[in-house]
């Protein structure tokens, strides 16, 4: 605990001595050793907790979390750091041998034809979260998400990410109401699975839990005062 306080107030001050140029400013001495001991404090706490950042939580997420702990960075329009942590919180990060009714392999929920098409030469099995968010931005784009207002943009990026034609005449027909929306993909699933239960029955329990978190996400933002009515 100490030491943690200790780095935080190197911090605090590191940023109070560079933060006006009126100021008075340690001596170089002092700024070496500073620097020098804010590395070391900032290098055991990475080694207790690791680094942070939320494409290496997200990485480490194997299965379905109700999605109570998403924060909304951009209201008025798409948010795509927060869709992008939607949707491989509910893809996860193990490759897929065989993925819906094509049967391609897939990871982060990327089909191997489509990192191909993206320019991923590789098998999809060995795709970085990296290469995996860079494909992820050129689909927001082609989406259209950015378009719409949050959370609106990130339940329609992730119905996207399982089915294009499905996300956009989903939009059309909900007229961007977003319970309408996803009332509608339930319905959509629910029927694959009666039609083609060989090959989608078994993901019906998944696709209604999916849902189901962009419920839970969605009324939680409501709650807040986000997007009512969106």
């Known amino acids: ?15 109070i001595t560079h933060r006006n140029n009126n100021m008075v400013r ?21 080694t207790k907790t690791g680094p942070l950042g939320p494409l290496k939580k997200i990485s480490m997420q194997n299965r379905l ?24 919180r ?24 489509t990192a191909r098409a993206m320019g991923f ?10 290469q995996a968010r860079a494909i992820y931005e050129r689909l927001w784009d082609q989406s259209g998400a ?3 207002p949050a959370p609106l943009s990130i339940v329609y990026f992730d119905t996207y990410v399982n089915s294009p034609a499905m996300a956009k005449k989903l939009l059309a027909k909900s007229k961007n109401d977003i319970n309408t929306f996803l009332d509608m993909r339930e319905q959509r699933y629910i029927k694959l699975a009666e039609k083609r239960p060989d090959i989608f029955g078994r993901y019906l329990k998944g696709w209604k839990n999916r849902v189901n978190n962009l ?13 009512k009515g969106a």
Not at 1 to 14: A, P, S
Not at 33 to 45: A, I, P
Not at 65 to 83: C, K, S, Y
């Open 1 to 15: 605990m100490t030491d943690y306080i200790d780095m935080i107030d190197m911090i605090i001050m590191h940023n």
């Open 26 to 46: 340690m001596p170089r001495a002092d700024q070496t050793k500073f620097s020098n001991l804010l590395k070391k404090h900032m290098s055991k706490t990475e």
């Open 65 to 88: 979390n109700p999605l109570m702990d998403i924060a909304v960075n951009q209201i008025e329009r798409g948010d795509f750091e927060t869709a992008l942590e939607v949707v491989l």
């Open 90 to 113: 509910h893809e996860g990060k193990r490759p897929v041998g065989s993925d819906g009714s094509s049967s391609e392999a897939s990871r982060y929920g990327i089909l191997q034809s």
């Open 121 to 130: 030469n590789g098998n999809i099995k060995d795709i970085t979260i990296e």
């Open 146 to 148: 950015a378009n719409l």
């Open 215 to 227: 419920r839970i996400m969605v009324a939680g933002l409501q709650g807040k005062g986000i997007a």
